[in-house]
Protein backbone atom coordinates (compact mmCIF):
# COMPACT_ATOMS: atom_id res chain seq x y z
CA UNK A 1 0.00 0.00 0.00
CA UNK A 2 1.89 2.96 -1.41
CA UNK A 3 1.22 6.45 1.30
CA UNK A 4 3.14 9.66 1.11
CA UNK A 5 2.28 11.81 4.23
CA UNK A 6 3.00 15.35 4.88
CA UNK A 7 3.75 17.27 7.64
CA UNK A 8 5.15 19.93 8.75
CA UNK A 9 2.47 23.01 7.29
CA UNK A 10 1.18 25.76 9.39
CA UNK A 11 0.80 29.27 9.77
CA UNK A 12 3.61 31.55 9.42
CA UNK A 13 4.77 35.69 9.23
CA UNK A 14 6.20 36.79 6.29
CA UNK A 15 9.90 36.53 6.22
CA UNK A 16 9.26 33.11 8.33
CA UNK A 17 10.09 29.94 8.04
CA UNK A 18 9.05 26.27 7.52
CA UNK A 19 9.93 22.49 6.84
CA UNK A 20 7.50 20.53 5.36
CA UNK A 21 8.54 16.85 5.73
CA UNK A 22 6.92 13.69 3.32
CA UNK A 23 7.39 10.08 5.04
CA UNK A 24 6.87 7.74 1.57
CA UNK A 25 6.38 3.81 1.99
CA UNK A 26 4.88 0.87 -0.31
CA UNK A 27 6.98 1.56 -3.20
CA UNK A 28 11.04 1.66 -3.97
CA UNK A 29 11.93 5.43 -2.99
CA UNK A 30 15.36 5.19 -4.69
CA UNK A 31 13.20 4.86 -7.92
CA UNK A 32 11.42 7.35 -7.94
CA UNK A 33 11.85 11.15 -8.34
CA UNK A 34 10.46 12.82 -5.36
CA UNK A 35 8.59 16.32 -5.83
CA UNK A 36 6.79 19.24 -4.37
CA UNK A 37 4.08 20.98 -6.16
CA UNK A 38 1.61 23.01 -4.78
CA UNK A 39 -1.29 24.54 -5.37
CA UNK A 40 -3.55 28.18 -4.12
CA UNK A 41 -7.39 29.14 -4.18
CA UNK A 42 -8.12 29.59 -7.68
CA UNK A 43 -5.25 28.45 -8.98
CA UNK A 44 -3.53 25.09 -10.69
CA UNK A 45 -1.03 23.19 -9.15
CA UNK A 46 2.18 24.05 -9.80
CA UNK A 47 5.99 22.62 -9.18
CA UNK A 48 7.78 23.77 -7.01
CA UNK A 49 10.67 21.75 -6.47
CA UNK A 50 12.00 17.95 -7.46
CA UNK A 51 14.84 15.64 -6.17
CA UNK A 52 16.26 12.57 -8.29
CA UNK A 53 19.61 10.95 -8.47
CA UNK A 54 21.58 14.08 -6.90
CA UNK A 55 19.65 16.57 -8.77
CA UNK A 56 16.94 19.42 -7.92
CA UNK A 57 15.41 21.77 -9.81
CA UNK A 58 12.97 24.34 -8.04
CA UNK A 59 10.35 26.89 -9.73
CA UNK A 60 11.85 30.21 -10.53
CA UNK A 61 9.66 31.67 -8.03
CA UNK A 62 11.12 29.56 -4.99
CA UNK A 63 15.15 29.91 -6.29
CA UNK A 64 17.36 30.77 -3.57
CA UNK A 65 14.45 30.74 -0.83
CA UNK A 66 13.19 26.40 -1.01
CA UNK A 67 16.07 23.62 -0.43
CA UNK A 68 14.30 20.31 -1.23
CA UNK A 69 16.29 17.18 0.07
CA UNK A 70 15.76 13.71 0.80
CA UNK A 71 16.81 10.94 3.03
CA UNK A 72 16.79 7.42 1.16
CA UNK A 73 17.93 5.43 4.05
CA UNK A 74 14.46 7.13 6.18
CA UNK A 75 12.28 7.21 2.39
CA UNK A 76 11.49 10.72 3.40
CA UNK A 77 11.53 14.10 1.33
CA UNK A 78 11.87 17.11 2.53
CA UNK A 79 11.26 21.22 1.78
CA UNK A 80 13.14 23.72 3.60
CA UNK A 81 11.46 26.99 2.89
CA UNK A 82 12.49 30.26 3.94
CA UNK A 83 11.54 34.07 3.53
CA UNK A 84 8.35 32.79 3.23
CA UNK A 85 6.02 35.55 1.27
CA UNK A 86 2.13 35.14 1.44
CA UNK A 87 2.01 34.85 -2.27
CA UNK A 88 3.31 31.18 -1.26
CA UNK A 89 0.24 30.24 0.99
CA UNK A 90 -1.51 27.02 -0.52
CA UNK A 91 -1.61 23.35 -0.37
CA UNK A 92 1.63 21.59 -0.84
CA UNK A 93 1.34 18.48 -2.16
CA UNK A 94 4.45 15.67 -2.03
CA UNK A 95 4.94 13.62 -5.62
CA UNK A 96 6.44 10.83 -6.22
CA UNK A 97 6.73 9.78 -10.13
CA UNK A 98 8.89 7.42 -12.12
CA UNK A 99 8.83 6.56 -15.94
CA UNK A 100 7.41 3.26 -16.29
CA UNK A 101 7.86 2.17 -20.21
CA UNK A 102 6.28 5.08 -21.83
CA UNK A 103 4.00 5.79 -19.30
CA UNK A 104 4.62 7.39 -15.91
CA UNK A 105 3.55 6.37 -12.45
CA UNK A 106 2.27 9.09 -9.79
CA UNK A 107 1.90 8.87 -6.20
CA UNK A 108 0.61 11.53 -4.17
CA UNK A 109 0.18 12.69 -1.12
CA UNK A 110 -2.82 14.25 0.59
CA UNK A 111 -1.45 18.05 0.83
CA UNK A 112 -0.79 19.85 4.02
CA UNK A 113 -1.72 23.92 4.42
CA UNK A 114 0.79 26.48 4.33
CA UNK A 115 -0.37 29.62 4.97
CA UNK A 116 1.67 33.15 5.20
CA UNK A 117 -0.06 35.90 6.40
CA UNK A 118 1.08 38.50 9.49
Given at each position: QVQ????GGGLVQPGG???LSCAASGFTF???AMNWYRQAPGKERELVAG???????YADSVKGRFTISRDN???TVYLEMN?????????YFCNAARKI?????DYWGQGTQVTVSS
Open positions: LVESSLRIFYSFRGSTNAKNSLKPEDTAVGLGNR
